[in-house]
């Protein structure tokens, strides 16, 4: 069943002989608890794509679909409400709140939409992430791998229909990324969440169902690995 839908996407910076094209008239569709991974060189237009994918950012052209919803149809304030309820985000460099404890950071997203935290669920996310003696700790006493176990929490605490993950692992050595994976393929299979990563990573792109090269801005290959 498809869950996500892109249609001619186009994303132009700037104006005139300074404008850069980072996506041009891409369209794809990705069904729900696929694993799909996004490759391709710096500045192809990789975190251009999961930015649009994720509402963060807005497309110069084309639309996003997400569960039939056209996000980009959108307000600011119904964008965001639905970022926070439908999409996971998880960063290289983890976003965390450097004043909020660990409980705080992975709870942020249900305060801020002024929702009762599901007590049995949080206590579920922590124990498989292995937080559970370290939700009074502050980020900068935490470990890189410990972060981003926090950042999937937060990611996770809404029940999002996808995560999408931009180089989750990209600061992390090869054991803690080879977790962090695992974890994130847990996720999809457990809770059949849609998970789209950008990865530089060959050996993580070929753990995905489907792999998706970009080049320029165009989709260049489009392969199912894992049927």
Not at 195 to 205: G, K, M, Y
Request: proline content about 4%; glycine content about 8%; cysteine-free.
């Amino acid at each position: 069943m498809e869950i996500l839908k892109m249609e001619h996407l186009s994303k132009i910076y700037g104006k005139g002989e300074t404008a850069v094209k980072a996506l041009d008239d891409v369209s794809l569709s990705i069904n729900k608890g696929e694993f799909v991974a996004i490759i391709g060189p710096s500045g192809s237009g990789k975190s251009t794509l999961l930015h649009l994918l994720g509402g963060v950012d807005r497309p110069t052209s084309g639309k996003v679909y997400v569960d039939n919803t056209d996000i980009y149809d959108l307000d600011e304030t119904q964008l965001a409400i639905f970022r926070r309820r439908q999409i996971g985000l998880i960063y290289q460099f983890y976003n965390l709140i450097p004043i909020l404890t660990v409980e705080e950071n992975i709870t942020l997203p249900m305060l801020l939409d002024e929702h009762k935290v599901d007590q049995k669920q949080f206590n579920e996310v922590v124990r498989i992430l292995g937080l559970d003696n370290r939700l009074t700790h502050l980020p900068n006493q935490l470990s890189g791998g410990q972060q981003q176990r926090v950042s999937i929490g937060r990611a996770l605490i809404s029940n999002p229909s996808i995560m999408l993950a931009d180089e989750p692992t990209g600061n992390l050595d090869s054991q803690n990324s080879e977790e962090i994976m695992d974890l994130l393929k847990m996720f999809n299979k457990t809770y059949n969440q849609t998970l789209i990563v950008i990865t530089h990573d060959e050996r993580i792109a070929l753990q995905a169902d489907r792999v998706i090269s970009i080049e320029d801005g165009k989709i260049s290959k489009d392969e199912v690995i894992h049927p």
